[in-house]
Nanobody, 121 residues
Framework: QVQLVESGGGLVQPGGSLRLSCVASGSISSVNDMGWYRQAPGKQRELVAG???????NYADSVKGRFTISRDNAKKTVLLQIDSLKPEDTAVYYC???????????????WGQGTQVTVSS
C-alpha cells in the first residue's frame, strides 16, 4: 500500500516562511511526477507547483518567485519552500504523486491527507 505523508504546515505571520515536506512510502516501484495543490475554504483545489522526475518545475502564477519546489528521488520526497507568505496563501496544502506500486504495471495517482497553512497576524 502506498501512502503520502505530509508535514510542515502551521500558523505563520505575513511575510514569513514555511517548508512543507511529503514522503511517499510503501511498496513502490517508482515515482513519476510530484506536486503540491492547495484548497482554500469555498474554493476549488488548485495546482501550486509541480516537478517531474527529471526536475522540470512549473508554478501557479500566484506563487512564482515565492514558492520553490524540489525533490529527492532516492528518498521519494518532495519539498515546498514557501516564502513571503500572504494571507491569501491560507489553505490546506495537499501532496500529489504519480506512483507505480510494486504490484502494478502502470502509474496511479495518490494524495496526501493535507496540511493546514494559515497566514495571519
Amino acid at each position: 500500500q502506498v501512502q503520502l505523508v505530509e508535514s510542515g504546515g502551521g500558523l505563520v505571520q505575513p511575510g514569513g516562511s514555511l517548508r512543507l515536506s511529503c514522503v511517499a512510502s510503501g511498496s513502490i516501484s517508482s515515482v513519476n511526477d510530484m506536486g503540491w495543490y492547495r484548497q482554500a475554504p469555498g474554493k476549488q483545489r488548485e495546482l501550486v507547483a509541480g516537478i517531474t522526475v527529471l526536475g522540470t518545475r512549473n508554478y501557479a502564477d500566484s506563487v512564482k518567485g515565492r514558492f520553490t519546489i524540489s525533490r529527492d528521488n532516492a528518498k521519494k520526497t518532495v519539498l515546498l519552500q514557501i516564502d513571503s507568505l500572504k494571507p491569501e496563501d491560507t489553505a490546506v496544502y495537499y501532496c500529489n504523486a504519480h506512483v507505480k506500486p510494486l504490484s502494478y504495471r502502470t502509474y496511479r495517482e495518490y494524495w496526501g491527507q493535507g496540511t493546514q497553512v494559515t497566514v495571519s497576524s
